[in-house]
């Protein structure tokens, strides 16, 4: 199963915004872990004030608002980068 990585942090509205978006696409497709950037210097320092952002892997696929057509492009391709 792909695996997408939400970057975020706590109470954060935009990034609860993107994640209920983004939970149609998924249908069975992808796992999404929540990464809270908060706790973690490296990550709050890439990501500040840019969350939510959606990876796979190392590919940014979204920041707010969700990009669907990057999201779903990702979901339908055989790439499989966690």
């Known amino acids: 199963m792909k695996i997408l990585n939400l970057y975020s942090r706590p109470d954060c509205h935009l990034c609860e915004e993107l994640a209920e978006a983004l939970a149609p696409l998924l249908r069975g497709r992808a796992e999404v872990r929540v990464v809270n950037i908060d706790q973690d210097l490296e990550l ?3 990501y500040g004030l840019r969350i939510p ?3 796979a892997g190392d590919t940014e ?3 707010f608002p969700l990009d669907v057509a990057a999201v779903e ?4 391709s ?3 980068t966690a």
Do not use: P
């Open 61 to 63: 696929l979204s920041e």
């Open 73 to 76: 492009a990702y979901l339908d």
């Open 78 to 80: 055989g790439d499989a």
């Open 53 to 55: 952002v959606l990876t």
């Open 44 to 46: 709050k320092k890439r």
